[in-house]
């Protein structure tokens, strides 16, 4: 069976950079993308990034452009999230997700990203 396990979140003062790491164990049969999403105390889970299975055609939330980039070097390796300039609010706790054929039906636990003024 499929697990994904996110590793590399932590506590930086605004300004600073981490990057989160998604691995998958178990295979990647019928994976056709992955994906970043992010929920934040009180809100909903928010769309981050995504990239395709084989590391095209990455995408980005408008929130994230310029300052986060996710990244694949082919479908086999780990899913990476390296984030820049990092603001307050981009403090959440940060989920790497697999879509299958239709949707998005595999999540990983989540890794905690907290940013200080």
């Known amino acids: 069976q499929v697990q994904l396990v996110e590793s590399g979140g932590g506590s930086v003062q605004a300004g600073g950079s981490l990057r989160l790491s998604c691995a998958a164990s178990?295979?990647?049969?019928?994976?056709?993308?992955m994906a970043w999403f992010r929920q934040a105390p009180g809100k909903e889970r928010e769309f981050v990034a995504s990239?395709?299975?084989?590391?095209?055609?990455?995408s980005y939330a408008d929130s994230v452009k310029g300052r986060f980039t996710i990244s694949r070097d082919n479908a086999k390796n780990p899913v990476y999230l390296q984030m820049n300039s990092l603001k307050p609010e981009d403090t959440a706790i940060y989920y790497c997700?697999?879509?299958?054929?239709?949707?998005?039906?595999?999540w990983g636990q989540g890794t905690q990203v907290t940013v200080s003024s």
């Open positions: 997700a697999r879509r299958g054929l239709h949707n998005y039906d595999l």
């Open positions: 178990g295979g990647t049969t019928g994976t056709r993308a």
């Open positions: 990239i395709m299975y084989d590391g095209r055609y990455p």
